[in-house]
């Protein structure tokens, strides 16, 4: 079965510092990847997706992730924050014909 | 243009109790998806249409959970006898393409109702 690991509930971080969201995943078979972010009392949205080709995908808000096959990992990046990006962010697994499998996501806080 | 939009925004009922929920996708959207997201978790699959017809039920958690979707557009997720358990936020989602094996397209959240037994 698939399973994603968000190694970090929280993450407190100063406006305008870079921040790295941490994500793991487990699957026997190639897969997609995704992150969303959840701001408070809002719906999930997009940040961005990883489906194939280039390994470093670019997002909205700045924000981007690599994929690295070998140790199975999609980390989120972006090199610096503003209090706008205080919200949950979810990693995602889509394995192709089963559905996505989100991990338990990490809150981000950006301290002025 | 429109959104996913899912009614109630929130929800409050006694256990026991029966409630229905509703999701309107993105207008053309062919599949529809349904999550369950508990307090400190990331959303929780359900079921998942491709049309009218229910493509993966596999993560309805008992058969007091049910959903329709009779005309491949609106759908309802039906809830029988809640329990204290069942207090979540449930998430729709649609998704142009049906997630089929080796395709995957972008989902569209709505954002949520909030469901609370008593």
Known sequence: ?112 | GAGVSQTPSNKVTEKGKYVELRCDPISGHTALYWYRQSLGQGPEFLIYFQGTGAADDSGLPNDRFFAVRPEGSVSTLKIQRTERGDSAVYLCASSYLPGLAGVSDTQYFGPGTRLTVL
């Open chain 1, 1 to 112: 079965a698939q399973s994603v690991t968000q190694l970090d509930s929280q993450v407190p971080v100063f406006e305008e510092a870079p921040v790295e969201l941490r994500c793991n995943y487990s699957s026997s078979v190639s897969v997609y990847l995704f992150w969303y972010v959840q701001y408070p009392n809002q719906g999930l949205q997009l940040l961005l997706k990883y489906l194939s080709g280039s390994t470093l995908v670019k997002g909205i808000n700045g924000f981007e992730a690599e994929f690295n096959k070998s140790q199975t990992s999609f980390h989120l990046r972006k090199p610096s924050v503003h209090i706008s990006d205080t919200a949950e962010y979810f990693c995602a697994v889509h394995p192709g014909n089963t559905p996505l499998v989100f991990g338990k996501g990490t809150r981000l806080s950006v301290i002025a």
